[in-house]
């Protein structure tokens, strides 16, 4: 065991005996997995720090992160450890489709780990996890190293904070043996989008920007931002102007300047406000006056961390929860982009 992890697990060295298993890593940068058909095991799951291996069905999830906990229970599986969502979240972290999918599943409410921004390594280990999902989180490889002492863990394919939705629900279904419910899942949430779309033909071919005015900073959300993919679903199109001023700052977000504003050029805007008045702020703020799309009324202004938290990015739970309110702000804002051309 390394050293860095003794301590960690020194006061759980019972459950973690019965519960520590085998990880193996390569060099592949390549995402994907490899399982027998039918969702029997082992499986081998690729990511960005190598490959894990899950020996046998997982009966004890530990999940890590953003959407990993939403997506195994939508397939069936309850976890025993979800992450505190401060964003969203009631008093003791956890969603609001999280609560309603528990309660008709008759499920109780699993422990809530610790707020904070690293992995509270002894509580996942008092967990006793055969697998850790975070699939979509920003562990760090030596995070991992640390997480994988504990049980296997599935990382995120490539880049943190940038695993695509529908592919995090078919990580999730591999790991758990739940492959044929995450085709199940998916398929379902599609004809949801599709029948969106079709209903809101004002949403194709529109380009659109989707951004956060929060603390005295403007974000961009990047092509690889879950959020963006959502958008491109419902028929829009990435205004070409989000990928000319990406500057590297992270591969799912950038921060422009104020008085970049009037270079972000596209039909909509979609920005998404944690209350009323930070999104009115953004609204009524002289340097927001340049944008067409404030002067258009062109700016589709999701507000409530729980309702930003559902479509940015959705999850195989939070989707169909946030939808219907989401869609109606965005047709709002294209009906209003063309009423100005």
């Known amino acids: 065991m390394p050293r860095r992890l003794t301590t960690v697990l ?65 397939l069936g599986v309850v ?11 009631d008093e003791n972290g956890v969603l609001p489709w999280i609560s309603e999918a528990l309660e008709e599943q008759g499920a109780e409410t699993p422990t809530v780990l610790s707020d904070s921004t690293e992995p509270p390594y002894e509580e996942i280990a ?40 529908r592919e995090l629900v078919e990580i999730t279904g591999t790991a758990l043996g739940k492959s044929d419910e995450a085709t199940t899942l998916l398929a379902d949430i599609d004809a949801t989008i599709a029948e969106k779309a079709a209903a809101h033909p004002e949403f194709a071919g529109k380009t659109v920007a989707l951004t956060s005015d929060s603390g005295g900073v403007f974000y961009v959300y990047t092509d690889a931002d879950p959020r963006v993919t959502f958008a491109t679903e419902l028929g829009f199109e990435s205004a070409p102007s989000v990928a000319e001023l990406a500057n590297g700052e992270s591969s799912f977000y950038y921060t422009l300047s104020y008085e970049q504003l009037d270079q972000l050029t596209s039909d909509v805007i979609v920005n998404f406000g944690a209350t009323q008045e930070e999104s009115d702020t953004f609204l009524n703020a002289g340097y927001a006056q340049v944008l067409p799309q404030v002067q258009n009324g062109a700016v589709a202004s999701p507000v409530g961390a729980a309702f930003v938290s559902s479509v940015s990015p959705p999850t195989g739970l939070s989707l169909t929860w946030g939808i219907d309110d989401y869609v109606d702000l965005l047709s709002t804002a294209a009906l209003a982009a063309d009423a100005a051309k």
């Open 126 to 165: 008092a967990a006793a996890p055969d697998v850790i999902l975070a699939a979509y989180s920003g562990i760090t490889e030596e995070q991992y190293d640390l997480l994988s002492d504990i049980a296997p863990v599935v990382a995120y394919p490539d880049e943190p904070w940038s695993t695509d939705w």
């Open 79 to 89: 976890p025993v450890a979800i992450p505190f969502q401060a964003y969203g979240g």
């Open 10 to 74: 020194a006061t759980t060295a019972a459950i973690a005996a019965l519960t520590l298993s085998g990880c193996s890593a390569s060099s592949s940068d390549d995402s994907g997995s490899d399982a027998a058909a039918g969702g029997s095991f082992p499986v081998t799951i690729e990511h960005a720090f190598g490959e894990t291996t899950i020996d046998a069905e997982p009966t004890r999830v530990v999940t890590w992160g953003w959407g990993s906990a939403d997506d195994a229970i939508a």
